[in-house]
Every structure is written in C-alpha cells, then in structure tokens.
C-alpha cells in the first residue's frame, strides 16, 4: 500500500525532527468540531485562486477536516511549516461513469436496508450502480455506508507507488516499492462486461500488493478476498518468499498492519469496511476542501517536510459537498477493535472516501490523512473517468499517526485500468492464493 523509491531527508530536516521535542498531543473527538464545519447547505465558500497560509488559515478552518485544522495549530508532532499553502481552485463536477448511472436508474428503487440482530444493517436487492442515490431518514448514514462500499470500481485496476515511505519520528525511512492489483467480480457497470462474471464462486474483490523492492522484502505479497456477502470477514493471506508458499491469516487481523505500513486492513481503499458490522451516524453534507493532484504531485520536491503535505505543484484543493459520517463497530463486535470512531469524509458527487480522521479506543485522535484521487481515462468509453477507481488508484495518500509520531506516504501512478492493464489480467495468477507464489517466476 505503501511506497516506491526512497530519498533522504535533508539534514534540517532529520535536525527539526530531533529538536522539536514535541510529544503526542492528545486530541479527543468533540461532537461540536464536526458540527462547526460549513454545511453544503450554506453559501459560504473559498474563492478559486485564495491561498490558505499560517497567517491566515483559521479563516478557513470550517472547510477543513478536523484532522487538517490540527496539522495547521503546531500543536501536534506532524504539523505544517511556516511557509505552507494550500491553493484553492475552481470546483469541477466529477460525474460517474455512464454505464454505472443507468445501472443506478435501473436497480436503485429495489434496493432496501434490513436492521440485524447487532444493530447494523444487510442490504437487500442490490444488483450495480449507487444502491441508495438519495441517501435519507435515519438510514442515511448506513445508506452512505453502502454507497462507498459500492462506488464506482472498475473490473481491473492495477498502479504502482514510485514514490512513498513508513518513516518515524527520527527521520528514519522503511522504503518498498509495491505494486497493487485488484479485481473487482460483482456488481459491474463496465462496458463489455457481465454484471457477476462466471466461475469466481462468491468472491466479490481481491486486492493483492506485491513489494517489489528493497530486495530484501521482494515478492512479499499481501492478498484480500471480499465475499458477496458484505457482512464476511475478508480471507486474507500473504506470500512469504522463504518458505516458497503463502499462509491464510485469521479474518479477524483487521487491525494488523497492511505490508508494515501505518494502514491497517481495515485502512485499504481508505476503509475496507463490512458494512453490517458497523453503525454509520450521518453528521450532514459539509462543505470540505477536497484534494486534486496537480501535474507535479509525483515530485517529492513539491512536499512540505518533514511530513509530506502537498505544496500547490503537488495538488490544487476545491470545496466539494462531502457527507461526514461517524462510524463505529456495532457494539456486540467492538470489544478488541482498533478504532472506537472513524470519521469519514465521503465525496457526495462520486462516493469515494477522500479524507479520515480515525480515533481510537478511547476516542483520542489516532491517525489522519487523504486520498487525493486522480481522475482516470476508462477504456472504452466516451470520456467516462475513474475517481478512486477502487482505491486507490493513481494520487496521494498519507497517514500520519499523530500518537507514535509516525507517518505512511503512498504516491500512485502508472495506473492502468481494465485492457490497458496488459500483463494483470490473469485472474488466477493475480487474485487467488494459488497464483501468489508465481510472482518469483
């Protein structure tokens, strides 16, 4: 999930990171810090061209996440230099791909929640597209829940990360170069391709992350099989080169660490939730500065060190409406679960997670990061773009662990998608255990 070719981080930097001495700031989650931030429904907004500094950032705060107002404070060990800016640009539409819209004409008005015994809710009738279109009444939040976890994913996505790191408070780097592919078999809305395809038995997704560098870490791959059945745990495994065979991993590890990085499993796709063991509660469509990577978001010199925030060549940021959701294990599974909220903010044009502010146990601020997408062509069509494309596709995405002072750079391209993915497209070579060992082939 994380990385490519490391860099060294300058000798100011290592300096500051020594020096600062700042320890774990303890923030708790407040009810009244995401019920400040501006509603889609206000006329309040950003004009293209403002540029959000130090000096003047707290006029802006209400269209940030929470976990971006604390970057801006200083408060916290990861925090925004003194020369940051965000530049704000016009809002653009992102619409979903056409195919994926007729199937939500199509299929939305079957498509039901049930209330199970825990408290979360199964779906019922689902078949492609966004299975609730207008989200509302007390299930909108499970109906948000739901969008996301089927927003737009095209059969084959694979991207690889030539740029990225694990790096602690010292400045020191773990550096892998890995390669992501991921399948996506039910509930299509791509061109030329069935709704279910055949002979994959119940197997909904599988996303699969190959280290392909340093050598040492070589062909580790890390693999996940989501079902049909939005409530099973995913099966989950991982290659090990040395014992020349891959081991199935205990489907509760949702916690565990995605190839050593600060995500979890949990974390992949953003939030690689099931659904009907979690209660969503919706907090409002707010107006929120989402990012969107600008030509030079692959440059590392287009960073803020030591933590990595995108300067203006890196990405420009629009006010979009985004629904802000309040998500937490129904209460009969929470006990030993890593996150006690993830507050998730979800794109209300195209679904995509597009930043999380996680909390643990103890609803004390944990993590907090993006997912900058970038638009992607899909194959086929007239025009249609991928935005997440199954997440993630090419972009940015960090996580900062705000307790351990500990952060994950992921940078994204060389995406390709569905049959520009020439040499991917072996499903079993690719997406089933069985396959995981041919990668030393």
Not at 143 to 152: G, V
Not at 161 to 169: E, P
Not at 260 to 276: A, C, H, I, K, V
């Given at each position: 999930?994380?990385?490519?070719?490391?860099?060294?981080?300058s000798?100011?930097?290592?300096?500051?990171?020594?020096?600062?001495?700042?320890?774990?700031?303890?923030?708790?989650?407040?009810?009244?810090?995401?019920?400040?931030?501006?509603?889609?429904?206000?006329?309040?907004?950003?004009?293209?061209?403002?540029?959000?500094?130090?000096?003047?950032?707290?006029?802006?705060?209400?269209?940030?996440?929470?976990?971006?107002q604390?970057?801006?404070?200083?408060?916290?060990?990861?925090?925004?230099?003194?020369?940051?800016?965000?530049?704000?640009?016009?809002t653009?539409?992102?619409?979903?791909?056409?195919?994926?819209?007729?199937?939500?004409?199509?299929?939305?008005?079957?498509?039901?929640?049930?209330?199970?015994?825990?408290g979360g809710?199964?779906?019922?009738?689902?078949?492609?597209?966004?299975?609730?279109?207008?989200?509302?009444?007390?299930?909108?939040?499970a109906?948000?829940?739901?969008?996301?976890?089927?927003?737009?994913i095209?059969?084959?996505?694979?991207?690889?990360?030539?740029?990225?790191?694990?790096?602690?408070?010292?400045?020191?780097?773990?550096?892998?170069?890995v390669?992501?592919?991921?399948?996506k078999?039910?509930?299509?809305?791509?061109?030329?391709?069935?709704?279910?395809?055949?002979?994959?038995?119940?197997?909904?997704?599988?996303?699969?992350?190959?280290?392909?560098?340093?050598?040492?870490?070589?062909?580790?791959?890390?693999?996940?099989?989501?079902?049909?059945?939005?409530?099973?745990?995913?099966?989950?495994?991982?290659?090990?080169?040395?014992?020349?065979?891959?081991?199935?991993?205990?489907?509760?590890?949702?916690?565990?660490?995605?190839v050593?990085?600060?995500?979890?499993?949990?974390?992949?796709?953003?939030?690689?939730?099931?659904?009907?063991i979690?209660?969503a509660?919706?907090?409002?469509?707010?107006?929120?500065?989402?990012?969107y990577?600008?030509?030079?978001?692959?440059?590392?010199?287009?960073?803020?060190?030591?933590?990595?925030?995108?300067?203006?060549?890196?990405?420009?940021?629009?006010?979009?409406?985004?629904?802000?959701?309040?998500?937490?294990?129904?209460?009969?599974?929470?006990?030993?679960?890593?996150?006690?909220?993830?507050?998730?903010?979800?794109?209300?044009?195209?679904?995509?997670?597009?930043?999380?502010?996680?909390?643990d146990?103890?609803?004390?601020?944990?993590?907090?990061?993006p997912?900058?997408?970038?638009?992607?062509?899909?194959?086929?069509?007239?025009?249609?773009?991928?935005?997440?494309?199954?997440?993630?596709?090419?972009?940015?995405?960090?996580?900062?662990?705000?307790?351990?002072?500990?952060?994950?750079?992921?940078?994204?391209?060389?995406?390709?998608?569905?049959?520009?993915?020439?040499?991917?497209?072996?499903?079993?070579?690719?997406?089933?255990?069985?396959?995981?060992?041919?990668?030393?082939?």
């Open positions: 999930m994380t990385a490519k070719r490391g860099f060294l981080l000798a100011a930097g290592v300096l500051w990171l020594c020096a600062s001495g700042l320890a774990a700031a303890q923030v708790s989650w407040s009810q009244q810090s995401y019920d400040s931030l501006v509603s889609a429904d206000s006329s309040k907004t950003i004009a293209p061209g403002t540029r959000i500094n130090a000096q003047n950032w707290q006029q802006y705060k209400d269209f940030m996440p929470v976990g971006m604390q970057l801006w404070t200083g408060k916290l060990f990861w925090h925004l230099p003194a020369d940051a800016q965000m530049v704000v640009g016009a653009t539409p992102t619409p979903l791909p056409k195919k994926y819209r007729e199937d939500t004409e199509k299929y939305a008005s079957q498509v039901t929640l049930v209330k199970n015994a825990d809710y199964e779906i019922k009738g689902y078949v492609a597209g966004v299975p609730f279109p207008r989200p509302g009444g007390p299930q909108a939040g109906q948000i829940m739901y969008n996301e976890y089927y927003a737009y095209p059969y084959l996505i694979t991207t690889y990360a030539h740029l990225g790191f694990n790096m602690d408070k010292f400045g020191n780097k773990y550096v892998s170069g390669r992501e592919v991921n399948f078999l039910k509930h299509l809305s791509d061109p030329g391709k069935p709704i279910n395809l055949p002979g994959v038995g119940d197997t909904f997704l599988t996303q699969n992350n190959i280290i392909m560098e340093p050598e040492q870490s070589k062909y580790v791959n890390a693999l996940q099989i989501f079902h049909d059945n939005p409530a099973d745990l995913p099966d989950s495994y991982v290659f090990v080169p040395s014992l020349r065979r891959s081991i199935r991993l205990t489907t509760a590890a949702r916690c565990s660490p995605l050593g990085s600060d995500y979890t499993q949990d974390d992949e796709r953003s939030m690689n939730l099931q659904p009907p979690f209660q509660r919706f907090l409002g469509y707010k107006n929120i500065l989402v990012g990577p600008a030509p030079g978001y692959t440059d590392k010199n287009n960073y803020y060190k030591p933590l990595y925030f995108p300067g203006p060549a890196a990405v420009t940021w629009q006010v979009r409406p985004v629904a802000v959701l309040d998500i937490r294990r129904v209460p009969a599974k929470s006990g030993g679960y890593c996150y006690g909220s993830r507050m998730a903010y979800i794109d209300k044009e195209t679904w995509q997670p597009i930043w999380m502010d996680l909390y146990a103890e609803l004390h601020l944990w993590k907090i990061g997912s900058i997408y970038r638009p992607m062509p899909i194959p086929g069509t007239s025009g249609d773009v991928a935005t997440g494309a199954g997440g993630p596709g090419d972009g940015d995405y960090t996580f900062w662990d705000v307790q351990n002072n500990h952060m994950s750079l992921d940078i994204q391209s060389d995406g390709q998608i569905n049959e520009n993915a020439k040499g991917y497209d072996d499903y079993n070579r690719w997406a089933t255990p069985g396959g995981m060992a041919q990668v030393m082939q």
